[in-house]
């Protein structure tokens, strides 16, 4: 272990936002120390694995066989009826990773660049002199150290514990996270590998969807997420994933899980500040994620992208105040921070839909309107609802 506790930067967290900002970090000479209190990098995944590829390519990625387990080509929408609207491309769009091979390689190549790494190390709290951030208390293996640094950045995901103790409130209200459960299985079989598929409807899954990710070779990540319960309601989101699966023999009758994972999912698009004196915030742990899907790897490794690069520049000029640090918040929400904001609105308008609404936009919408709904263009949606007698009054849930 390196002995030398002195940094420019020390990161709490090896995620992939935390291992993108200190490679970035590193490769602008930058003496960055990255802290996970796990002692394996990438272990235990909360996620579906889902990456598109214009995400890794911002990060300035590669897809490697390794990790990039299958190429998906579109996605498929099933309504309560499972009525199909399918969304292909021309060619692959992204891919499943297998998360734990992905984020190791993450760490590598910060490592690689000439960041240092601490695992099985946890990030009491921030130290602070003369009132302004100096570094972080740390523990490993019963021991209590301090590690000194100019700035400290949290990534230690959604219970961001060392933002806690900065005193930035990064939990928001319980309507405001998704309740997800998810095995991984083999032995699927009668469905499109190439694609992702996605099922609604309050049967299935109470404000929330079903899903299958396909990993390749009848391997897949078959999950859930519900938001909002009713009080009356006792079922939890593994009662609901367990129907789901019942209710599917053609594809599961011989599947078996072999991975079983759990957890809470953000998706309000962000915390009321990422910045403080000395001290930012990325990814997970300032809940930038997709409000519609709970999905978070790219948007977090942009996050950080753009966080080390604010960061390299305060810390050439000597400046590391909430407001020069602000240029990372600010950049973010008039970038990603917009269509995050658009989407949050359309994530309220669903949770009103009931199953009768979902059947008829089932019979509306075609592959390509799904397509626009996701970028944000939502102006199309509803010249398009005001112009069939069926949705007229499905328009006033959009308005």
């Known amino acids: 272990m390196n002995k030398n ?18 490679r970035h970090l590193a490769e602008n000479n930058i003496k960055v120390l990255v802290v996970e209190k796990k002692q394996e990098i990438g272990t235990p995944k909360r996620c579906a694995e889902g990456l598109n590829y214009r995400g890794l390519k911002n990060a300035g990625l590669e897809p490697d066989p390794r990790w990039a387990t299958s190429e998906i080509q579109g996605v498929s929408l099933y309504s309560p009826g499972e009525k199909n609207i399918e969304m292909k491309w021309a060619g692959a769009m992204g891919c499943v990773l297998e998360r734990k091979i992905f984020e190791k390689f993450l760490a590598r190549d910060a490592i ?9 190390t946890r990030a009491i709290e921030v130290l602070k002199e003369n009132g302004k951030i100096s570094g972080i208390k740390a523990e ?6 301090n590690i000194n640094a100019k700035l400290v950045i949290a990534a230690d995901g959604v219970e961001s514990g060392i933002a806690k103790s900065a005193g930035i409130k990064t939990l928001n ?3 405001d ?22 099922f609604f409807g309050n049967e299935v899954a109470p404000k929330g969807y079903a899903w299958i990710f396909p990993k390749g070779e009848g391997v897949a990540n078959i999950g859930i997420g519900i938001l909002g319960k009713e009080s009356s309601d006792k079922n939890r989101a593994k009662d609901y994933l367990d129907k789901f699966i019942e209710k599917h023999p053609g594809i599961f009758e011989d599947a078996s899980p072999i991975e079983i994972n759990a957890g809470g999912v953000p998706v309000s698009s962000a915390v009321e500040t990422f910045v403080a004196d000395n001290f930012m915030i990325i990814g997970d742990s300032a809940q930038l994620v997709n409000p519609i899907h709970g999905g978070g790897i790219d948007i977090a490794m942009n996050s950080a992208k753009i966080a080390a690069g604010v960061a390299a520049e305060a810390l050439k000029e000597g400046d590391l ?60 949606l509803l010249k398009l609802l005001s112009k069939n007698p069926r949705t007229l009054l499905l328009l006033r849930k959009f308005i």
């Not at 490993?140 to 150290?145: H, I, L, N, P, R």
């Not at 997800?180 to 996605?198: I, R, S």
Request: proline share 1%.
């Open 5 to 22: 506790y002195n940094y420019d930067v020390v990161i709490v967290g090896a995620g992939p936002a935390g291992s993108t900002c200190a």
């Open 321 to 380: 105040s909430k407001e020069k640090l602000y240029g990372y918040e600010k950049t973010w929400r008039e970038t990603t921070g917009v269509k995050m904001q658009k989407l949050l609105r359309l994530r309220m308008v669903l949770e009103k839909l009931t199953d009768n609404d979902f059947e008829l936009l089932a019979d509306v919408l075609s592959g390509e309107d799904i397509v626009k709904l996701t970028v944000g263009k939502f102006k199309f």
């Open 112 to 120: 690689n660049a000439g960041a240092r790494y601490m695992v099985k």
């Open 140 to 145: 490993f293996m019963g021991k209590e150290f």
């Open 173 to 175: 209200k319980l309507t």
């Open 177 to 198: 996270y998704i309740s997800g459960f998810q095995y991984e299985m083999a032995g699927l079989k009668n469905y499109d590998e190439n694609l992702l598929h996605v």
